[in-house]
C-alpha cells in the first residue's frame, strides 16, 4: 500500500451512517489494498469464529479483486459465500454475478461448493427471494459484506425510489421488478441485511460514480447510505472521485 495515498477520514454525515474514506491515487492500489483487508477480515473471523461468512458484491468493479484472491494463502474450507444481489437471468448468463465471481476466482480455488451460495435468480424474483431469505435465516451477522455503488446511488440492487428493506421489519431479501439498470428483474438482500454484518467495505471506481459520492457525502440520501452496520462502513474509492 501507498501509505502516501491513502488518506482515511472521518466522516458522518445526515444519515445514521459512519462512513470512513479510503482514498487510492489508482484502482490497481485500491484493489491491492482491498485483497489485504478481505484476507485479514477473513484470518480474524477464522480465528475468532472458525468460519469467515462473506457477502460478494456484483457488477464489474469487484472483478480483478477477485482474481487476485485466486492466490492467496488461506484455508478456504472456513469460507463461505453469499452474494448482495442477482440478476434474474439463466445461471450460466454472462451477466450473472454469480457466474462472474466463478469464472473469476471461485472455480480456482478448493472451497467446499456447498459452502458457495448463489442466489437462485434464475427461478424468477419472489421465488428466489423467498429460497434466499430461508438460507439467510440459519446464517448469524456476516464477517463481511463487500458492496459496489452505481451511478445512481445504488447498492446491489437496492435503487433509488424503491423499497430499499431499511426498516426493522424489513426481510432479508427483496424481490424486484423494475430496475433501471437493466435486467429488471433482480434479487437483492435488503438494507437491514446486509448491515447484519461486522463489516462492510464499499468498492468505488470509475468517474461515473463522482455524482453519486458528491450525494452521499452531502446528504447521504442515496441507497448506498441505507447500509449502516454498528462499525460504520469503509469506502475504499479512487481520490480522482473525492475532488
Ligand atoms: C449489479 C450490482 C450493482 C453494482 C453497481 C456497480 O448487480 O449490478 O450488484 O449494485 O455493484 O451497479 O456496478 P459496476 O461495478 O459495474 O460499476
Not at 9 to 15: A, D, K, L, R
Not at 102 to 113: C, E, G, H, K, R
Request: charged content about 20%.
Amino acid at each position: 500500500m501507498n501509505w502516501a495515498n491513502l488518506m482515511s477520514t472521518i466522516n458522518g454525515n445526515s444519515s445514521s451512517q459512519l462512513c470512513r474514506w479510503h482514498s487510492f491515487a489508482n484502482t490497481a492500489e485500491l484493489e491491492k489494498s482491498a485483497v489485504t483487508e478481505i484476507l485479514r477480515a477473513a484470518h480474524e473471523a477464522i480465528q475468532k469464529r472458525g468460519s469467515f461468512h462473506i457477502v460478494l458484491a456484483g457488477g464489474t468493479t469487484p472483478r480483478r479483486v477477485y482474481e487476485l484472491l485466486k492466490t492467496a494463502n488461506t484455508n478456504w474450507a472456513a469460507w463461505h459465500i453469499y452474494f448482495g444481489d442477482e440478476r434474474c437471468l439463466p445461471i450460466d448468463h454472462a451477466e450473472r454475478n454469480s457466474l462472474m465471481a466463478t469464472q473469476a476466482w471461485l472455480n480456482s480455488i478448493d472451497i467446499p461448493t456447498s459452502q458457495i451460495h448463489p442466489i437462485p435468480a434464475e427461478e424468477g424474483p419472489l421465488i428466489a427471494a423467498e429460497k434466499y431469505a430461508a438460507l439467510l435465516s440459519q446464517v448469524a451477522t456476516f464477517d463481511l459484506v463487500l458492496l459496489g455503488l452505481g451511478e445512481d446511488g445504488h447498492t446491489a440492487s437496492l435503487f433509488p425510489q424503491h423499497d430499499v428493506g431499511n426498516q426493522a421489519n424489513s426481510p432479508a431479501t427483496l424481490a424486484v421488478f423494475d430496475a433501471p439498470k437493466p435486467p429488471p428483474q433482480r434479487v437483492s438482500l435488503s438494507a437491514k441485511r446486509l448491515s447484519d454484518a461486522h463489516q462492510v467495505i464499499f468498492l468505488v471506481t470509475g468517474n461515473s460514480k463522482k455524482e453519486a459520492v458528491k450525494n452521499w457525502r452531502a446528504e447521504g440520501k442515496i441507497p448506498a447510505s441505507t447500509v449502516t452496520p454498528k462499525q460504520g462502513v469503509d469506502i475504499y474509492i479512487e481520490s480522482q472521485l473525492l475532488d
